[in-house]
């Protein structure tokens, strides 16, 4: 656990702490009565309802459509699954301004559904719900059909041929082995849907506001820092409420599970619900994650007086960019690349040590510690932007000039997905595994080597694949850190967003497509790296 707790102290609760400091305290005395004169104001209660409200709905939204195609996904086997799969999971790395860009082209004025039936969905909290879905999609597809592609289905045969339905069965046997990685994919939605940002910013116009654009708004445009600390305070509360109750009813439910290679698991879809349960998810996916894509793609090739590639060419101008960058826009891809490395490098380090720890020990202290890795996905962004800026400027803790602290910012928030994805696997390994092999004399490395390894490495290589698409989409800090001359791709994108004119943003639209594909690239590449068989797992 050391590993993990200095990196969280140094890099996550110093910066938070510190910007939250700054906020509260005048002449060095705190002044906790601002607490209350900001939590009474009608306007900020306003806020506070919606962002829970619209949170519980986004993430009931999205189990109910995702669920099915985690199944699918888990069970069936069918041409072009990894090509799909790859597919599903570009949204979750699209910055959230390109993602509410997109969906306001669909449902905005002019937008297809304008077009096709007269009806805009814009400025209504439904654009909002939809975008929420769009993005957290994967989450519940990867998070849950991870684990549901190893789960033996002879057991639930078994519970069959002793008399069981088939509802009863899956009930009864699956869901109670698939209850914790439900519970981690949900809570990672909520997560996100309530500290949403660009996606609320963008389709909920002035009606709508989360806690995150408030403290935005608070801090950026009013440059009022007490209430953005106290909103901050707010949201870490939050959050860490919703993780401690989580913990908690996972310990409750989590037991050993049998595993088996998920190669043994998919099969052909067979009989008529079969393939219609398949159509449905494919016409889903079409409608919910490819329309979209598709409308971004349009738009960046939506050149006056016809379509080409002109906004595509334009990215190795520099002076295309109209004095936004210091470098040419393309430029960002590479940079984003080598970021993402990096930082999905530190989080499976990081998250792995951690996942380790919590499966080994079960004390309060440790229990509490599953609960805190967490909190980087439900704190402002904007406030560990603001946090890293005014904390890592002296030595020996001097980064602000040097590559690394986007890295650094970008794998706080891919540390909780490795440990989320990883812990329901390493915690279903049975321990007389281990046992044994310490009976037969394999030291405690060897043992994890030997008997752990290999029965996680999918759920390894699933972690790092979350890791890296994260951090090629993350925003929120690193768009405070990131300098002019090493932009990342969502950071040149909401740049040139922010500049008026067709060519930026038009070459927005053409970076956004670039981040597309880089992403569905790398996600199939992953796909195709199968773990060696090891025996009935």
Known sequence: MAVPVAFFAVFFAYPVVAIVGRGLKADGVWQFGRIGEVLSRPDILGVLWFTTWQALASTALTLLIALPGAYVFARFDFPGKQL???????????????????????????????????????????????????????????????????????????????????????????????????????????????????????????????????????????????????????????????????????????????????????????????????????????????????????????????????????????????GTFLVAPLEAIWNSLQYALVATAIALVVGGLAAAALTRRAGRLVRGFDALLMLPLGVSAVTVGFGFLITLDKPPLDLRTTWILVPLAQALVGVPFVVRTMLPVLRAVDGRLREAAAVLGASPLRAWREVDLPLVRRALLVAAGFAFAVSLGEFGATVFIARPDNPTLPVAVARLLGRSGELNYGQAMALSTVLMLVCAVSLLLLERIRPDRSGEF
């Open 84 to 322: 799909l799969r790859a597919v599903v999971t570009v949204p979750f790395v699209l910055p959230t301004v390109v993602v509410g860009t997109a969906f306001l082209a669909l449902l905005g004025r002019g937008g297809f559904l304008d077009e096709l039936a007269g009806v805009r969905l814009d400025t209504t909290v439904w654009a909002i719900l939809l975008a929420h879905v769009f993005f957290n999609y994967a989450v519940v597809v990867r998070t849950v059909g991870g684990l549901w592609s190893q789960l033996d289905p002879r057991q639930e045969e078994a519970a069959r041929v002793l008399g069981a339905g088939r509802l009863a069965a899956w009930r009864r046997v699956t869901l109670p082995a698939l209850a914790p990685a439900v519970a981690a994919a949900a809570l990672m939605v909520f997560l996100f849907t309530f500290t949403s940002f660009g996606v609320v910013q963008i389709l909920g116009g002035p009606a709508y506001s989360t806690l995150e654009v408030e403290i935005y708004r608070q801090t950026a445009q009013l440059l009022d820092l007490p209430t953005a600390a106290v909103l901050t305070m707010v949201q870490f509360a939050a959050v860490g409420a919703v993780l401690a109750v989580h913990a908690w009813t996972v310990r409750r439910r989590e037991t050993a599970l049998k595993l088996v290679d998920p190669a043994q698991t998919a099969r052909r879809p067979r009989g008529a619900g079969q393939r219609a349960l398949l159509g449905g998810v494919l016409l889903t996916v079409l409608v919910l994650i490819l329309l979209p894509l598709g409308v971004l793609v349009e738009r960046s090739l939506d050149v006056p007086g016809g379509h080409g590639f002109d906004y595509y060419r334009a990215l190795r101008s520099v002076d295309a960019s109209g």
